[in-house]
């Protein structure tokens, strides 16, 4: 009885253990994602911002914009607009 007690406690703590480690493995997946996304959205508002950069800069070389406010204004509006 003893023994059949003690194998039974033994199969709930397994049981236990692998439901926490599900519970953390999915945790972590979620996590990934989200860094992924993140970095993801990073990466588009880097591309965007070095567009822009570009764009202002060929402006300014035909000398419709002054470079270098302009190019920093664009950039920090640009960021403004995203948040």
Do not use: E, F
């Amino acid at each position: 009885k003893a023994n059949a007690a003690k194998k039974a406690a033994a199969a709930k703590k397994a049981a236990a253990t692998r439901k926490a480690n599900a519970a953390k493995k999915a945790a972590a997946a979620k996590k990934a994602a989200a860094t992924r996304k993140a970095n993801a959205a990073k990466k588009a508002a880097a591309k965007k911002a070095a567009a822009a950069k570009r764009k202002a800069t060929a402006l300014a070389k035909k000398g419709i914009i002054k470079a270098p406010k302009s190019v920093s204004d664009m950039l920090s509006r640009i960021q403004k607009n995203k948040r």
